[in-house]
Nanobody
């Protein structure tokens, strides 16, 4: 059984930075892919970025050039470095991992960007 936990959310001013972490526990973190999603109030959950086991990364156009996804094998985590944050980045951010054909979700971490 794998448990995912997001951390690093908080309140930041526009133009600031935050680093989110998705940490896995309960099993060795051999993922196939790890995604970061976000959901703003009243909106559908949307894919922000993902990283594959080979290290290949993909970003939504809205965050390209501002967000960086990376993996930290030593800490069993995948990070999302967010820079040049905008008020429209305000959302709950969720980590999703596919491991051995199974899909796991974290409970989310709230990011609030003030103007």
């Amino acid at each position: 059984q794998v448990q995912l936990e997001e951390s690093g959310g908080g309140l930041v001013q526009a133009g600031g930075s935050l680093r989110l972490s998705c940490t896995a526990s309960g099993s060795f973190f051999r993922f196939n892919v790890v995604n970061w999603y976000r959901q703003a109030p009243g909106r559908q959950r949307e894919l922000v970025a993902f990283i594959t086991d080979s290290g290949s990364t993909t970003y939504d156009d809205s965050v390209k050039g501002r967000f960086t996804i990376s993996k930290d094998n030593a800490r069993n985590s995948v990070n999302l470095q967010m820079s040049s944050l905008k008020p429209e980045d305000t959302a709950t951010y969720y980590c999703r991992a596919v491991i051995g054909g199974m899909t796991y979700w974290g409970k989310g971490t709230l990011v609030t960007v003030s103007s």
